[in-house]
């Protein structure tokens, strides 16, 4: 046996025997992925995710010569042939930016495009619906955990919320009445599993200042939107796993779409560890969404306010207690960017059937968050 043979062989061992070890669940699928990327040095992703971080590197299979065809290498899983494929991973999705200005210092830099998905993943979980539909680290990189401190001090997970700019937060407003922005504090850097929170300069920032939406009502949690700044700007640059989402476009036209929306609310603790959950959503306009929730206890003369929009109605498939705050996200029309569509506000129990999920528009905020951030200076 030539020592390459025997190097490669050694290496997929010893791989297989870390899986083992870390005693997480894995499939038969999962060890032959491994070994796909082991010798044609890819990772196994969503073919979305591909496209995501540089649509030219899915792998081809060579023919001859210097011609090749377009046949993907595929990895195991998914729910389709060809849904996750071998991918290299290498990020192209920069634009330079000029006069960058975070109030610290002024420099020319590479950053990321809004959006973008950094398909950096460090724990292996391709999983289907009946697995618990967990992302894999990198997945959503501008979702936050934000932590309250307790009357013992001790710093508590309290909701969600997503990096609109690399200072700027948005979340929902019913969490942050009367409160003071030296009790919270936000983690980033794309993680699933929701640990304690850690003095960590990389991922760790202060909350500021918050500015709830002056048309918030308590009540019926109209205009349900916060913007917490922090103390310092997340780094994205290529080295780490933070990036922010894009804000609505003004010519938005994405009717019969499905969205995503991921949290760690209710049900996303998996084997004794609270780990990041998505799902995927149809959106409901607001007058389908009025009349289904008019057949709920909210009775037929319920009015659905304009600073709400719905998604979901789909059995067993909702945000649920605990993911408040987080972002639905909707891919940008001819795209594989996200966008902000709307904040995990409140809903009638959860996963019922033609029963929506309601969230505060971002579309109908986002004047209001512009011309916050301008005041401040700060542009997207």
Not at 240 to 255: H, K, V
Request: proline fraction near 3%; glycine fraction near 8%; aromatic fraction near 10%.
């Amino acid at each position: 046996m030539s020592l390459y043979r025997f190097w490669w062989r050694f290496v997929f061992v010893n791989c297989l025997w870390v899986t083992v070890q870390s005693g997480r669940r894995f499939k038969r699928e999962d060890i032959v992925n491994v070994a796909i990327e082991l010798f044609n040095n890819c990772k196994c992703v969503y073919d979305y995710q591909c496209s995501t971080v540089n649509g030219e590197n899915m792998i081809d299979q060579r023919s001859g010569g210097e011609s090749r065809n377009s046949t993907k290498i595929t990895c195991k899983g998914g729910r389709f042939d060809g849904e996750i494929i071998c991918c290299k991973q290498t990020y192209t999705n920069w634009t330079e930016i000029t006069n960058l200005d975070y109030k610290n210092n002024t420099k020319t830099e590479m950053f990321l495009k809004c959006g973008i998905q950094r398909a950096k993943i460090n724990v292996r979980v391709l999983t289907d619906e009946e697995d618990g539909n967990v992302p894999f680290n990198g997945e959503f990189p501008w979702i936050v955990a934000i932590y309250k401190k307790n009357i013992a001090g001790r710093w508590v997970f309290y909701c969600s919320g997503a990096l609109i700019h690399p200072k700027v937060i948005l979340t929902a407003n019913h969490y942050f009445r009367s409160k003071n922005a030296a009790d919270f504090k936000v983690t980033a850097g794309g993680y699933i599993e929701l640990s304690r929170i850690e003095d960590n300069l990389n991922s760790t920032r202060q909350v500021v200042e918050i500015v709830n939406h002056p048309k918030f009502d308590k009540d019926s949690l109209y205009n349900d939107g916060t913007l917490l700044f922090l103390n310092e700007a997340f780094q994205i640059t290529k080295t780490n796993s933070i990036n922010t989402i894009c804000m609505p476009p003004d010519d938005l036209n994405i009717n019969n779409s499905r969205c995503l929306v991921a949290g760690w609310g209710k049900g996303s603790t998996i084997d004794g560890t609270r780990v990041l959950k998505k799902v995927d959503l149809p959106l409901v306009s607001n007058s389908k969404c009025q009349e289904q929730l008019r057949r709920t206890r909210l009775g037929r003369r319920f009015i659905l306010h304009d600073s709400f929009m719905c998604a979901g109605g789909e059995k067993g498939k909702d945000a649920c207690r605990g993911d408040g705050g987080s972002p639905l996200m909707c891919l940008l029309p001819g795209e594989r960017r996200y966008f902000h569509m709307g904040i995990v506000s409140w809903g009638i129990g959860c996963g019922s059937e033609n029963v929506p999920g309601v969230y505060a528009s971002v579309i109908k905020m986002k004047s209001w968050i512009l011309d916050e951030l301008n005041k401040k200076e700060i542009k997207l």
